[in-house]
C-alpha cells in the first residue's frame, strides 16, 4: 500500500504529533508498505530520506492550547502539494490534526485517496473548531475515516462535530527503545530515591505544583532528588525558584536529546505527571511504565484513558500539591510497591508498543479504502440517475 | 565569594549559549587577552610548565606559546558554556576520530573489562565523550569535584544530558567507577595533575611531580586496560581523537610497584601528546617543585 503522512508541526522540533508520524511511518514501512511524510520543517535535516520526506513550508510559531505550536501558514503552497499528490498516486493519505492550517487542510481538500484523519488534541474548548464549524465540516466529509487518540480527544471532536464516527486507537510507545535494563546516568543512581518529570516547561504541564509537592516530601524524606528534563518558557522561573526556596537535590537536566532519554528514565524510581489539563493522551506515561517506573499522576482526563490507579500508579487530582507530595512520600518509602506497578506497568505497556498501532492504523486504512470505493459507487449511481432522469 | 562568583559565572555562561559559535569564540579571545595580561599567577604557572615540557623553547616561543594556550584555553571555556544548547547530532563534525585510534578503541574494548581512558588537560572532552557515550558505550569521566558546589553541580547536569557522567575523585566515586568499569563501559580520566594531594612523586618531563596512581591502581586490581588518548582541536577548531595501543595492567604480585610501573608507562604517552601540542596543554596550576 502507498500511504503519505501529513503532519501540521514541525518536523524538526520535538513534540508528541511529530514522534508519532516519524514511529507510524517507520512501522509502516517494516510492515512493507511504501510511505511518505509530509511537514513543514524549520531544517533540512531530518531524519529521513529526501525521497521520503516532502519538506512543505518553513513554520512559523503559533501559540496555542496554553503551548506553542510550530505550523506552516502558507496557503501558497496548494500547486507544489497538488503536483506531488498527482504524481505519487497515494492508496490512503493519513491526516495528523486534519483540521490544522494550513498543510493538512489544503492537502485534504485536494486529496483523491481515501482520506484518514488522526485527532491528538484535548482541550477545553476550541474557538477555531467554535466558529469555524461551518467552514470545517465541509473538509470533514472528505475524510472517510477518522481516529482519535484517547476517549477525551474523540470527546473533544465530538463537541463540534457530533456526527463525525472516530476509532479510538492509542499512540504507540516504542518499546525497543523503552525499556530497562539501560545503562544509567551513574552520578544519578545512588542510595537517593530519584522522582523524574519529563515535559516542555510550560505553565500546562504542572511543574510548579511538583515542585511544591517536592518542597512537602523533601524533609519528610530526606533522601530522595528530583529530576526535571525538558526546557521551556518557564525554565528561569523555575531556577529562580529553586534557588529562592533553596531546594536541595533539585537536578534541571534541560533538553535531552532521545539517545539519552531512556538513560534517564532508568536512572528514576518515580515518574511523576503532574499536568493540570489539556493533554489528550499520556505518551510519557508510557513510556515511564514501559521502563517499570511506578506513576505519580494528576486525574486529568488524558492520563486517566491510560493510568489504572492503584496498579501502575497513584493519582491526585490536578493542582493538588500536598496530595501529589504525600502520594510521592508513599512511593519512595515503599519499594515493593514501587516495584509491583513498575512491573505490572512493562505488562501494560506491551500493549501499546508500535507493532500492535500500526495493525489497528492499517485496519483503519482498510476501512477506508472501502468506504471511498463505496461512496464512489454511490457517487456514480447518482450521476446515472440524473441521466435517466433527462 | 562562592556565590558570587557562580552568579557571574551562570550569568556569562547564558549570554554566550546564546551567542553563535564564532562570537562565543571572539568573545572568549578576547576574555583570553586579558587573563594573558593581567593574570597574577595562572601565566607565570603556564609559562614555567611549558618551559619544562619543552625545554628548547626561547623566550619569544615561549611567550607565543603561552598565548595560544591562553586562547585554546578560553575556546574551550565558551565550548563549555555552550554545551547546554550543544546537541549530540551537531557535535558529530566536531569530531574527527584518527581510525588508528577507533581501532585500539575496539581492541581495549574486546578484552571486556570496560576502557579506562587516561588522558591529559588538554582539548576537549565533552565532544568525543558524547559522541562515544551515543554510539560505542556510556562513558562517565572521574574528575574533580569544582567550588564552588552550584558550579560543579551545572557542569555535570549538562554533561549528563549529552549522556556523560561525572563521578568524582572520592571513595563513593570510585565505586561507581569500579561499578561503571564492570558493566563495561567506559571511564575518561586525567594524570597529568594530582588534585587529590596524594599522588606518587615520578619523574614527569625527566622532574619529579606528584602523579595520582588511581587509574593505575584500577587497571591493576580490575584488569582493565588502560588506553592513552589525545584530544586536539584544529585550526578550523574541530577536534582530533588520537590514540596509542591500549596498556594492559599485568600483575607480577607486587601490587605498588606494579602500579607505579603502569603509571610511568601511562606518562610517556602523556608526555609525547603533550610534545606534540603544547600550545593545547592547558595546565595553569603548581606541577613541580620550583614553580612560581
Not at chain 1, 32 to 41: K, L
Not at chain 1, 120 to 148: D, M, Q, T
Not at chain 2, 43 to 68: D, G, H, M
Amino acid at each position: 500500500m502507498k500511504v503519505g503522512l501529513v503532519s501540521p508541526y514541525d518536523f524538526a522540533s520535538p513534540g508528541g504529533v511529530t514522534d508519532h508520524v516519524r514511529h507510524l511511518a517507520r512501522q509502516l514501512r517494516r510492515l512493507g508498505h511504501e510511505v511518505r511524510v509530509f511537514a513543514p520543517s524549520s531544517r533540512a535535516d531530518v531524519d529521513f530520506d529526501s525521497a521520503e520526506f516532502y519538506r512543505i513550508g518553513s513554520p512559523i510559531s503559533v501559540p496555542v492550547n496554553d503551548s506553542v505550536a510550530r505550523i506552516t501558514l502558507s496557503f501558497h503552497l496548494a500547486d507544489r502539494v497538488a503536483a506531488i499528490i498527482e504524481r505519487e498516486r497515494f492508496d490512503v493519505l493519513h491526516f495528523h490534526e486534519p483540521l490544522m492550517p494550513a498543510l493538512p487542510i489544503t492537502m485534504l481538500r485536494m486529496s483523491t485517496a481515501a482520506n484518514v484523519g488522526t485527532f491528538h488534541a484535548f482541550a477545553k474548548s476550541n474557538i477555531g473548531y467554535f466558529y469555524g464549524r461551518p467552514l470545517l465540516e465541509p473538509y470533514l466529509a472528505h475524510l472517510h475515516r477518522g481516529i482519535a487518540v484517547s476517549e477525551p480527544a474523540k470527546a473533544f471532536v465530538h463537541r463540534y462535530f457530533p456526527d463525525f464516527a472516530l476509532d479510538v486507537i492509542p499512540n504507540g510507545i516504542d518499546t525497543s527503545l523503552f525499556r530497562p535494563g539501560y545503562p544509567p546516568i551513574r552520578h544519578l543512581r545512588d542510595d537517593k530515591v530519584n522522582i523524574l518529570f519529563v515535559g516542555r516547561l510550560e505553565k500546562r504541564k504542572g511543574l510548579g505544583y511538583l515542585l511544591r509537592g517536592y518542597e512537602f516530601m523533601k524533609p519528610r524524606v530526606p533522601n530522595s532528588r528530583l529530576i526535571v528534563v525538558g526546557d521551556g518558557p518557564l525554565r528561569s522561573s523555575v531556577e529562580s525558584y529553586i534557588s529562592r526556596r533553596r531546594l536541595p537535590d533539585v537536578v534541571m537536566a534541560g533538553y535531552v536529546p532521545d539517545s539519552v532519554l531512556p538513560r534517564y528514565y532508568c536512572s528514576a524510581d518515580i515518574f511523576c505527571a503532574p499536568a493540570t489539563g489539556a493533554e489528550s493522551f499520556g505518551i510519557v506515561l508510557l513510556e515511564a511504565m514501559a521502563t517499570g517506573l511506578p506513576v505519580v499522576a494528576t486525574e486529568i482526563d488524558g492520563y486517566m484513558s491510560v493510568l489504572e490507579p492503584s496498579r501502575d500508579s497513584l493519582t491526585v487530582k490536578p493542582k493538588g500539591w500536598a496530595e501529589l507530595g504525600a502520594a510521592l512520600v508513599i512511593l519512595a518509602r515503599d519499594g515493593d510497591l514501587r516495584k509491583r506497578m513498575g512491573s505490572y506497568g512493562i505488562e501494560k505497556a506491551r500493549r501499546y508498543s508500535w507493532e500492535e498501532v500500526a495493525v489497528d492504523v492499517l485496519s483503519v486504512y482498510g476501512e477506508a479504502q472501502k468506504a471511498r470505493a463505496q461512496r464512489e459507487a454511490v457517487g456514480s449511481r447518482e450521476v446515472i440517475n440524473v441521466h435517466d432522469a433527462v | 565569594m562562592s556565590e558570587w562568583r557562580w552568579r557571574a559565572f551562570k550569568a556569562v555562561q547564558s549570554l554566550v549559549e546564546r551567542l553563535p559559535r564564532p562570537w562565543a569564540y571572539a568573545l572568549g579571545v578576547l576574555a583570553a587577552r586579558f587573563a594573558w595580561w593581567f593574570s597574577p599567577l595562572a601565566r607565570p604557572r603556564l609559562e614555567y610548565n611549558l618551559k619544562v615540557a619543552c625545554p628548547e623553547l626561547t623566550r619569544e616561543e615561549l611567550k607565543t606559546l603561552s598565548w595560544l594556550n591562553f586562547r585554546n584555553h578560553a575556546k574551550a571555556y565558551a565550548d563549555l558554556m555552550m554545551l547546554p544548547r550543544m546537541k549530540v547530532e551537531a557535535m558529530r563534525p566536531l569530531l574527527h576520530v584518527d581510525p588508528k585510534a577507533l581501532g585500539y578503541l575496539e581492541e581495549a574494548r574486546a578484552a571486556g573489562k570496560g576502557v579506562m581512558v587516561v588522558s591529559c588537560h588538554m582539548g576537549s572532552y565533552e565532544v568525543v565523550s558524547a559522541i562515544w557515550s551515543a554510539t560505542l558505550a556510556p562513558v562517565s569521566l572521574f574528575a574533580e569535584e569544582l567550588e564552588p558546589r552550584a558550579l560543579f553541580e551545572w557542569y555535570r547536569d549538562t554533561r549528563a544530558r549529552l549522556g556523560i557522567s561525572v563521578l568524582p575523585l572520592h571513595l563513593g566515586g570510585l565505586r561507581k567507577v569500579t561499578q561503571a568499569l564492570h558493566d563495561q563501559e567506559m571511564v575518561v580520566t586525567a594524570i597529568d595533575r594530582d588534585i587529590t594531594g596524594t599522588g606518587q612523586m615520578m619523574p614527569f618531563f625527566g622532574r619529579p611531580a606528584p602523579i595520582p596512581l588511581g587509574p593505575a591502581a584500577i587497571a591493576v586490581r580490575l584488569g582493565t586496560p588502560l588506553l592513552p588518548v589525545c584530544v586536539f582541536r584544529l585550526p578550523d577548531d574541530s577536534y582530533r581523537a588520537e590514540a596509542v595501543p591500549p596498556v594492559i595492567a599485568e600483575p607480577t604480585g607486587d601490587t605498588r610497584a606494579d602500579e607505579v610501573r603502569v603509571t610511568q608507562q601511562l606518562l610517556r604517552h602523556i608526555e609525547e601528546f603533550i610534545r606534540r601540542h603544547p600550545e593545547q596543554w592547558h595546565i595553569p596550576h603548581r606541577i613541580w617543585e620550583g614553580s612560581p
